[in-house]
Nanobody, 114 residues
């Protein structure tokens, strides 16, 4: 597994924006994914993007979040706009290789205040 490192989280007011970034120190990932886990809830899918830059979003993310990827830099980003208190969670980046297990980041906290 290849270490992934998230950055860009923090505290923001409702209606604000945050941009999360995730950098892989190596590896080739077919798909890179953002997921999140709110307190007391199960981890849930947020968005994913393929090497051909096809993106998929959870319903709650559509129209507010944008996932992007830089293949050459081995990074993935999540631009989050119009944030709501219910977006408060730990956000995780993961990468799916052609073979083997997924790689995961440690997670980064996002807090949206009302």
């Amino acid at each position: 597994q290849v270490p992934l490192a998230e950055s860009g989280g923090g505290l923001v007011q409702a209606g604000g924006s945050l941009r999360l970034s995730c950098a892989a120190s190596g590896g080739i990932f077919i798909t890179m994914t953002w997921s999140r886990q709110a307190p007391g809830k199960q981890r849930e899918f947020v968005a994913s993007i393929s090497r051909s830059l096809n993106a998929t979003y959870a319903d709650f993310a559509k129209g507010r979040f944008t996932i992007s990827r830089d293949i050459a830099k081995n990074t993935v980003a999540l631009q989050m706009n119009s944030l709501k208190p219910e977006d408060t969670a730990v956000y995780y980046c993961s990468g799916t290789p052609l073979f083997g297990a997924n790689s995961w980041g440690q997670g980064i906290q996002v807090i949206v205040s009302s």
